[in-house]
C-alpha cells in the first residue's frame, strides 16, 4: 500500500546538519497494523510528517497503492489521515466538535447533506454522543478529545490512519479504551494503521508487523511475533529487555547498553548504534550494516551476520 | 514504629480554584520505613504530586492548603511549620526532591557545578571553594563521566538522562532522610530510564534514605518499589506490598488498572485488553460515597453513600467495603 | 523580548488590583474611558462653552473651587480666557479620533505583515523580521520632524506616524503568536485534510489571535494618546485653531508659575485617559485569556 525507498531527510539548524532519517526503507501491506517504534530522536517524527507531506524529502521516492507520490494532491490528502499524540492540541479550541469534525470534508467540497450524514456515522462509530457536535474541546476530557481525533481522521473514510503515539498522553485507565476502539474500527473498516510509538508493550499488543530505528535508521524489521520472541539486534535486545514490567518478580536488567543516543547532527561512522553496542567489531565502526533477511526478519548488523553473536549471548 | 522515617495520617489538602475548592489530598495516610521504597500511583488528577508537594510544603499559593491530618518526618510535625523553617531547616536537608522534568530543574544561566553545591553551601555552611569540591564528589557519586571537567558546564551541554543525574546529585547532597521522587523517568527513553532506576538504588543503598516514588507507570514502580500505594481522585484506594499488589490486586481499581496495560512477553493474540470504563471523576465535583463507584463493576448501593475507610486485612490496606 | 512579554506580564496595575483585592471587573478605569468616549462622541452636546471662544475679560479664571473662580468656568480659563473644560471635551475628540484611525491601520498592517511572517517563515519572515527590526531602530520623533518638515502637518500626518512607529508591535507580537500556533497539531491536522492556505489563516488563526489583538489595542490606547500629545506639544501633531490636550499643554507652559491649572487639567486628562486604558487592557487579557479562566 505505502512504499517508502531510500528516503533521507536532512535539515540544516545553526549551520549544522541533522540527518533525521538517512535511507529508510519502508512498505506497508493494506489491512496490517505496521509499527515504527524508537526512542526519542530516532527519526520516527521526521518520517510520519514526511509520509503525511509536512516535511519534504532530501532523496528517496514514495509510492502510495501502486502510485509514485511526487505531489501531495487532495486524492492523496484523502486517502491517508492522521491521529496525534496530544488531544489537546490537535483540537482547535475556538471551533465546535461540528466545525472540527467536518472541515475536512468541506475541504474537498462535499455537499451538506453528505457531510451531516457522514457527522453521525462517525461520531457513532467513535461511541461520541450526537449532542457532543455542539460543544466546545474544552467540554471534554482527555480521552473523549482522543476520540473526537480519531473521528476527525475517518471523516474522508482513509485507506490509511498513522496513528502517532494515540495513547501515551491519556490516563491509563482510559488507553485500553482507546485502544481496544482503534482495533474495533480496523475490524470494521479494514483500515490500515501505521503505529508509531516508543511503548514496546504497546507495539507488541497491537501491531503485526514492527520495524525498530535508530538514529535515522532501521536496525531491525519483521513480524511482530518473531521480534518479540527473539530479537536479533543488539538495540533490539537492549530495548525489549529495558522495559519495565508490570511485574515485581522480573528483575531489572540493565546491564545490556550504556550511554544515551548519540547527536543526529553527527552521527557515529559506520553503524550508528556502534557507540553504545556490547558486541562491537571493527568493522562496525567503519562501514554501515546493510538489511539482511535472516528467516523472515531483516537485521542490519555485521556481527549476528558473522555468526558471532550468538556466543555473546 | 520508630524505624519509620515518614509517617503521614489522615492528610487533607485543599485547593481554592475560582471556580471551587479541590480536595486534591483527601484522608490519605501511609508510611516509609528507613530504606524503603513506598511508590505513589496514580493518574493524572489523582492527588498523587499535591501529597508530594504537601510534603515539601511546596504546595501552589495562596491556593493550596493542607487542612487536615499530621505529616510526621522522623517524629518531628511538619504539617503546621512555616515558610522559613521548611526552607531552613527541612527543604533540601531532611526531604529533597527530584522532580519529573530534566529540562527546566536546572536553571540554564548557572554552572552545573554552582548549582550542585547550593545546597551544600546553605545547608552545610561550606566556603564556595570546599563546597565546589564536594560538588565534583557528588557528580562522580551519581556517576557523571569526568566530574571534574563537567562542573564548570551549563545545563544545556548535558543530555536528559545526565540532567536527572545532577538532580539526583543536588538533591542527595545534604544526604537526606527522605527524597521525593515524582515520575523522574517519565520524560526519559527506556534504555535511560533503567540506568537512572539503578542510580535510585544505589543512592538509596548508600544512604538508608526512605524514598517515595510518584509515577503512573506500573511497570516503573513494579521494579523499583517495595511497597505501593495506589491513589485514586485524592483516595488511597490500596496499599500493599510490591510482590502482594502485583500478584493479586484486591481493590477494582487496581484490578482493572493492572488488567488493562498491555505487557511484554504475555501473548494477547490481537484480543482486546480489558479496559475500565468511563473516566475519572472531576476534581471539583466528586461523586457520593466511593469516587470509583461510578466506574466499578463491584458497586453496590453503599457505595454511593459512604465512603469506605482505608482497612488493615492481612498485611495490605484496601478501601473498598465489597472486598472486605 | 520587550515586545512579546507585555502580554504575559502581569502589569504592576494588575497586581495592584488584585493586591488591593478590587472587584474583578475595572469600574472606575471603566467610567474614566467611558468619558472620554462621551467626550469625544457627544461633546459639542455636552459642553458648556465653544472651544475657541475668546473672553479676554475672564482670561486665567481659576478653577470654581478657588477664590477667584466663577462656576460658569468650572475647570477655569487660559491665557485668552478660553474654557479649559470645554476645549478638553474639543481635544478628547481629537485623541479619540487619531487614537482609533491609528490604532485600526497599524493593527491591521502589523497584523498582515506578523501573520505572514510567522507561518509562512523563510524569506517572507527574514524580509518582514528585518523591517521591523529598521523601524524599532529609527527614533519617533526626529522620524515625525522629518515628515513634517517636508509634508504639512494634520490630523492625516499624526495618523500616519503614528502608523509608522507602532505597526511593529503588533507586527512583533502576532508574529510570535502565529509561530508558537503553527506548531499547534490542528493547524498540521487542516493541511493532511487538504485545507488550503487561506481558509487555515481565517478559521484557525484568526480566531486565535484576535484576543492578543483586542487587549493590545486597548493597551496601545493610552500610549498612543500620550505620543499623540507629544507630538502637539512639540507643534509636530495637531495645529490651531484645531483644539488637542497635547497643543493646551504646550500653550498653557508659559504661564505655568501664574495659572498651573493650564497644563495640569490637560496633563490630568491624558494621565488618566492611559491609566484607564492600561487597566481595561490588563482586564481584558486576563477574562480573554482561558488558561486563566480554567484555574
Redesign the interface.
Known amino acids: 500500500m505505502l512504499n517508502l525507498r531510500a528516503i533521507k531527510c536532512h535539515f540544516q539548524t545553526n549551520g549544522q546538519i541533522v540527518r533525521a532519517v538517512d535511507g529508510v526503507n519502508l512498505d506497508i501491506v493494506k489491512g496490517e497494523t505496521f509499527a515504527l517504534v524508537g526512542e526519542s530522536g530516532c527519526g520516527k517524527s521526521t518520517l510520519a510528517k514526511i509520509i503525511l507531506g509536512l516535511a519534504p524529502i532530501t532523496a528517496g521516492s514514495m509510492s502510495f497503492a501502486g502510485e509514485p507520490l511526487i505531489k501531495f494532491n487532495k486524492r492523496f490528502r484523502r486517502r491517508v489521515q492522521v491521529v496525534f499524540q496530544d488531544p489537546y492540541s490537535s483540537l482547535n479550541p475556538r471551533l465546535k466538535v461540528s466545525t472540527i469534525l467536518s472541515e475536512p470534508m468541506w475541504a474537498h467540497g462535499f455537499k451538506r447533506d453528505e457531510v451531516t450524514q457522514r457527522l453521525e456515522l462517525v461520531m457513532a462509530l467513535v461511541g461520541l454522543q450526537t449532542n457532543a457536535g455542539n460543544l466546545y474541546p474544552h467540554e471534554f476530557s482527555g480521552g473523549q478529545r482522543q476520540r473526537i481525533a480519531i473521528a476527525r481522521a475517518l471523516m474522508l473514510a482513509p485507506e490509511l490512519i498513522l496513528l502517532d503515539e494515540p495513547i501515551s498522553a491519556l490516563d491509563v485507565s482510559i488507553r485500553a479504551q482507546i485502544l481496544n476502539l482503534l482495533q474495533d474500527l480496523q475490524d470494521e473498516l479494514n483500515i490500515t494503521y501505521l503505529l508509531i510509538a516508543h511503548d514496546l508493550a504497546l507495539v507488541q499488543h497491537a501491531s503485526d508487523r514492527v520495524a525498530v530505528m535508530y538514529l535515522g535508521r532501521i536496525v531491525e524489521t519483521g513480524p511482530t511475533e518473531k521480534i518479540f520472541a527473539s530479537p536479533q539486534h543488539p538495540y533490539t535486545q537492549a530495548l525489549i529487555s529495558a522495559v519495565p514490567e508490570p511485574d515485581p518478580t522480573i528483575a531489572r536488567n540493565s546491564n545490556l547498553i550504556r550511554g544515551e543516543v548519540a547527536s543526529a547532527i553527527e552521527p557515529p561512522t559506520g553503524c550508528h548504534f556502534h557507540p553504545r553496542c556490547p558486541h562491537k567489531i571493527d568493522r562496525c565502526t567503519k562501514e554501515s550494516p546493510p538489511l539482511v533477511a535472516r528467516e523472515q526478519v531483516q537485521v542490519s548488523c555485521w556481527v549476528i551476520g558473522s555468526g558471532d553473536l550468538n556466543v555473546a549471548k | 514504629m520508630s524505624t519509620n522515617v515518614l509517617e503521614v495520617q489522615d492528610l487533607q489538602t485543599h485547593l481554592h480554584l475560582r471556580r471551587g475548592v479541590v480536595k486534591a489530598v483527601n484522608q490519605v495516610s501511609f508510611s516509609i520505613a528507613y530504606g524503603e521504597t513506598l511508590g505513589l500511583i496514580g493518574e493524572s488528577g489523582s492527588g498523587k504530586t499535591m501529597t508530594g508537594l504537601s510534603l515539601l510544603g511546596l504546595l501552589p499559593r495562596p491556593a493550596g492548603r493542607i487542612v487536615g491530618g499530621s505529616i510526621r518526618l522522623n517524629g518531628r510535625e511538619l504539617s503546621q511549620l512555616n515558610q522559613a523553617t521548611y526552607a531552613a531547616q527541612i527543604r533540601g536537608k531532611e526531604i529533597a526532591m527530584i522532580s519529573q522534568d530534566p529540562m527546566t530543574s536546572l536553571n540554564p544561566v548557572f554552572s552545573i557545578g554552582s548549582q550542585v553545591a547550593a545546597p551544600i553551601r546553605r545547608h552545610r555552611h561550606d566556603t564556595d571553594q570546599t563546597a565546589l569540591a564536594l560538588a565534583t564528589e557528588e557528580l562522580h557519586r551519581v556517576r557523571v563521566p569526568s566530574p571534574a571537567l563537567r562542573i564548570s558546564h551549563f545545563p544545556h551541554q548535558f543530555s536528559g538522562g545526565m540532567r536527572q543525574r545532577v538532580i539526583a546529585a543536588m538533591a542527595t547532597a545534604c544526604r537526606p532522610n527522605l527524597l521525593i521522587a515524582d515520575e523522574p523517568t517519565s520524560a526519559l527513553d527506556v534504555t535511560i530510564q533503567v540506568q537512572l532506576m539503578d542510580l535510585l538504588d544505589q543512592l538509596q543503598d548508600e544512604s538508608g534514605a526512605g524514598l517515595l516514588f510518584i509515577t503512573h507507570d506500573l511497570g516503573v514502580a513494579a521494579s523499583l518499589c517495595d511497597r505501593v500505594a495506589v491513589m485514586y481522585a485524592g483516595s488511597v484506594v490500596e496499599t500493599a506490598a510490591v510482590t502482594d499488589l502485583y500478584a493479586a490486586p484486591a481493590h477494582p481499581y487496581t484490578r482493572g488498572l493492572l488488567a488493562s496495560v498491555p505487557r511484554i512477553g504475555i501473548k494477547t493474540e490481537r484480543g482486546r485488553l480489558f479496559s475500565i470504563p468511563g473516566t475519572p471523576p472531576d476534581p471539583l465535583d466528586l461523586p457520593m460515597g466511593c469516587a470509583f463507584a461510578p466506574r466499578c463493576d463491584l458497586v453496590k448501593d453503599r457505595c454511593h453513600r459512604e465512603s469506605p475507610p482505608l482497612i488493615d486485612k492481612g498485611g495490605r490496606e484496601i478501601a473498598c467495603f465489597e472486598v472486605q | 523580548m520587550g515586545a512579546e512579554s507585555i502580554l504575559k506580564q502581569r502589569s504592576i496595575f494588575a497586581s495592584l488590583r488584585t493586591w488591593l483585592g478590587f472587584a474583578r471587573f475595572p469600574y472606575i478605569a471603566m467610567t474614566v474611558l467611558g468619558l472620554v468616549l462621551v467626550a469625544a462622541f457627544f461633546g459639542s452636546w455636552i459642553s458648556p462653552h465653544s472651544a475657541n471662544e475668546i473672553d479676554l475679560a475672564m482670561r486665567l479664571t481659576p478653577p470654581a473651587w478657588l477664590d477667584g473662580g466663577s462656576s460658569a468656568h468650572i475647570l477655569g480659563t487660559d491665557n485668552l480666557g478660553r474654557d479649559i473644560l470645554s476645549r478638553l471635551i474639543a481635544g478628547a475628540r481629537v485623541s479619540v479620533t487619531i487614537a482609533a484611525y491609528a490604532i485600526i491601520l497599524s493593527g491591521a498592517l502589523g497584523t498582515f505583515l506578523g501573520m505572514a511572517a510567522g507561518y509562512f517563515g523563510g524569506w517572507i519572515d527574514a524580509i518582514i523580521s528585518r523591517l521591523i527590526d529598521i523601524q524599532m531602530s529609527v527614533p519617533s520623533i526626529p522620524l515625525a520632524m522629518l515628515f513634517v518638515a517636508v509634508l504639512s502637518p494634520g490630523e492625516a500626518m499624526v495618523v500616519f506616524i503614528i502608523v509608522l512607529s507602532y505597526w511593529t508591535w503588533y507586527a512583533r507580537i502576532v508574529r510570535g503568536e502565529v509561530l508558537s500556533l503553527r506548531e499547534?497539531?490542528?493547524i498540521?491536522?487542516?493541511?493532511?485534510?487538504?485545507?488550503?492556505t487561506p481558509?487555515i489563516f481565517i478559521?484557525?488563526l484568526w480566531?486565535?489571535v484576535l484576543n492578543t489583538l483586542l487587549v493590545l489595542a486597548t493597551l496601545q490606547f493610552g500610549s498612543v494618546i500620550v505620543f499623540e500629545a507629544g507630538l502637539s506639544f512639540l507643534g509636530l501633531g495637531i495645529q490651531p485653531p484645531d483644539v488637542s490636550w497635547g497643543g493646551m499643554l504646550s500653550d498653557g507652559r508659559n504661564y505655568i508659575e501664574v495659572a498651573w491649572w493650564l497644563i495640569t487639567m490637560p496633563g490630568f486628562a491624558i494621565m488618566m485617559a492611559c491609566l484607564a486604558s492600561n487597566i481595561v487592557g490588563d482586564w481584558l487579557r486576563d477574562t480573554l485569556d482561558?488558561r486563566l479562566k480554567?484555574?
Open positions: 499547534r497539531d490542528y498540521a491536522l487542516a493541511k493532511v485534510a487538504g485545507v488550503s481558509v478559521r484557525h480566531p486565535n482561558p480554567q484555574s
